[in-house]
C-alpha cells in the first residue's frame, strides 16, 4: 500500500514539473507543511492545465468531474491509484480544508475550456476569487487556521494581483486559442471589442487595454500589500510577489505582451521569493 508520505513525495514532483514557482514557494515553507501544500499545488495545477491536454470542452468537464467526485465522496474506485488524490484528500482531512472552496475552485475553472469572454471586471474578480484567491486562503489554513482567516481579505486582494499578472503571461497562448481574459468593459472603454483585440492591429488601442488590466492588477496588488500579514501564514503568500514585475512590464509594453513573454528568468523568481521569505512581507 502506498503511505502518506509517498504520496506526498509523488506530489511535490509533480509541482516541480507543473508550477516550479509554487513548487518553490513550498520548498521555502516550514518542513511539516510542505507535504499538504504541495498536495493543494498540485491539484491547482493539475486543473489549471486541463485545457492544455484536451481539445474540446467534454473531455475537459470530465477531467474536472473526476476530482468534483472525489471531493463530494463520490469517487470511483480506490483513491489509492492516484497518489495526488489520496494526498489531496489527506490534506483536506488533517487541516479541515473546505472542500466547498475545492469545489468552486474547479467549477471555476470550467471557464477555462471554452472561448467565451470574461465580461466585466465583477466577473474577472470572482474568478480570480474562486480561484487564485482560494489558493492563497487554503494555503493559508495549512500553514495556521486561526491567522489565515484575519488575513482573508488581503488573500482576496493579492489572489486577483496574482491572477491577472498570470492572464498577461499567457496572453500570447490565450490569443492564439481566441480566450480574451480581459474584461469587455475594459475592451469597451478603449474602444474595442473581441474580435479587434484578437485580430491584434489597433495596437495604440490594444496597449490603452493592456495598460488598464494591468492597473487593475496594480490596483489589487496595492491594497493588498496595505495590511500586514502574520508571518506564520506568509508563506501561501509567496508567488504573489511574483505578480508585479509582470504587472510593470505589462504596462511598459502595452500590446508587445500579445507577442512575447513577460516572465522573469526563473533565478530572479526564486530570489524575489526567497527574500520575500526574509523581509516577511510581499
Known amino acids: 500500500m502506498t503511505d502518506a508520505k509517498t504520496n506526498q513525495d509523488i506530489s511535490l514532483a509533480m509541482l516541480r514539473d507543473t508550477d516550479r514557482d509554487r513548487y518553490l514557494a513550498c ?15 498540485a491539484f491547482n495545477a493539475e486543473i489549471a492545465r486541463i485545457r492544455d491536454l484536451v481539445h474540446e ?3 475537459g468537464e470530465i477531467r474536472m468531474q473526476y476530482w468534483r467526485d472525489l471531493l463530494e465522496g463520490n469517487a470511483h474506485g480506490s483513491t489509492e491509484a492516484n497518489p495526488l488524490a489520496a494526498a489531496l484528500l489527506s490534506a483536506v482531512e488533517i487541516y479541515r480544508l473546505p472542500r466547498q472552496t475545492l469545489v468552486n475552485m474547479i ?20 474568478y480570480a476569487g474562486e480561484t487564485a484567491s482560494a489558493l492563497i486562503q487554503l494555503a493559508g489554513l495549512i500553514l495556521s487556521p486561526e491567522e489565515a482567516m484575519k488575513s482573508a481579505t488581503v488573500a482576496g486582494h493579492a489572489g486577483v494581483a496574482q491572477a491577472i499578472s ?22 469597451s472603454a478603449t474602444g474595442l471589442d473581441r ?7 489597433d495596437k495604440p488601442r490594444i496597449s490603452a487595454a493592456i495598460e488598464a488590466f494591468a492597473g487593475l492588477g496594480r490596483d489589487h496588488l496595492a491594497k493588498a500589500r496595505a495590511s500586514a500579514l502574520p508571518p506564520s501564514v506568509l508563506f501561501a503568500f509567496l508567488p504573489v510577489t511574483l505578480a508585479e514585475p509582470v504587472l510593470v512590464k505589462a504596462q511598459k509594453r502595452g500590446a508587445a505582451a500579445l507577442e512575447a513573454s513577460l516572465q522573469e528568468p526563473q533565478w530572479r523568481r526564486q530570489m524575489r521569493m526567497a527574500f520575500a521569505g526574509i523581509r516577511k512581507k510581499i
Open 27 to 41: 520548498l521555502l515553507s516550514p518542513e511539516d507543511k510542505r507535504g499538504a501544500l504541495a498536495a493543494l499545488y
Open 57 to 59: 470542452p467534454l473531455p
Open 107 to 126: 467549477e471555476a475553472r470550467i471557464f477555462d475550456l471554452y472561448d467565451d469572454p470574461m465580461e466585466s471586471r465583477t466577473s474577472l474578480e470572482g
Open 166 to 187: 498570470g492572464m498577461l503571461l499567457l496572453m500570447p497562448l490565450h490569443r492564439r486559442r481566441g480566450q480574451v481574459y480581459i474584461p469587455l468593459e475594459i475592451l
Open 195 to 201: 474580435e479587434a483585440f484578437l485580430a491584434g492591429s
